[in-house]
């Protein structure tokens, strides 16, 4: 059985959602302007090119970080219930562990963190 403070929160992110989506149509300016094609309508008029050649070691640094940043959170909830999950979660941290660094060196050995050309004799 559905509870009424159940079918008040539904009813009430509904009225919520309805709410903003028309105060915002109505608050919204219907003019054309030459300025609202741009991607970015801040008042700012953009120059110069959008085509920037990005550097592919910066996504792969942050996909790492994103993945090495991931695991912190897991382990520190880890960590919160380490004395509950006894031996068998003490081995589950442990491959999960091992999993990421066996991706990390994978990640080295391609050369994911190498930031330029290596000339010859350099270290």
Do not use: C
């Not at 990640?107 to 963190?113: C, D, L, N, P």
């Amino acid at each position: 059985m559905v509870s009424a403070s159940f079918v008040f929160y539904v009813f009430a992110i509904i009225i919520v959602t309805m709410t903003m989506i028309i105060v915002s149509h109505a608050l919204n300016p219907r003019g054309k302007k030459r300025t609202n094609a741009y991607p970015y309508e801040s008042g700012i008029v953009p120059t110069g090119d959008t085509d920037i050649r990005w550097n592919v070691n910066y996504f792969l640094i942050a996909i790492s970080f994103v993945i090495f940043d991931i695991e912190a959170v897991f382990l520190y909830l880890w960590s919160l219930v380490v004395l509950e999950t006894s031996w068998p979660g003490l081995l589950t941290a442990s491959l999960f562990t091992l999993a990421l660094f066996i991706a990390l060196i994978y990640e080295v050995k391609q050369g994911a963190f190498d930031w330029g050309i290596q000339k010859e004799g350099a270290p």
